[in-house]
Nanobody, 133 residues
Framework: EVQLVESGGGLVQAGGTLKLSCAAS????????VGWFRQVPGKEREGVSC????????HYADSVKGRFSISTDSAKNTVYLQLNSLKTEDTAVYYC??????????????????????????WGKGTLVTVSS
């Protein structure tokens, strides 16, 4: 069974940094695309970033490009999201999620990373990031 546990959220001032972690278990990391999403109350969940466990390729939403960085530590079976130059509009609950590649495939589309309805099918419970002005 796939299990995802986010951590690292907290309160930070605008312009500051945080590093989020998503600890994964129950699957082989290189068989999955791992993504970060975020959600504000009253709004739909939106994609933030993704990384391929097979190739290391990444994707970022335009709103975070140049500020956030996604990475993995295969030994720890963990994916990270480094949040830099935080803005108040980054305040949200951040979730990690995974998409399972077909056997032998490295195919994925940014749409999987942009929409929670497209391909992600396993989710963590989230970690709250609050950015104050």
């Amino acid at each position: 069974e796939v299990q995802l546990v986010e951590s690292g959220g907290g309160l930070v001032q605008a312009g500051g940094t945080l590093k989020l972690s998503c600890a994964a278990s129950g699957f082989t990391f290189d068989d999955y695309l791992v993504g970060w999403f975020r959600q504000v109350p009253g709004k739909e969940r939106e994609g933030v970033s993704c990384i391929s466990g097979r190739t290391g390729s990444t994707h970022y939403a335009d709103s975070v490009k140049g500020r956030f960085s996604i990475s993995t530590d295969s030994a720890k079976n963990t994916v990270y999201l480094q949040l830099n130059s935080l803005k108040t509009e980054d305040t949200a609950v951040y979730y990690c999620a995974v998409y399972k590649f077909l056997s032998g495939s490295t195919w994925w589309t940014p749409q999987i990373c942009n929409s929670p309805h497209y391909g992600m099918n396993s989710w963590g419970k989230g970690t709250l990031v609050t950015v104050s002005s």
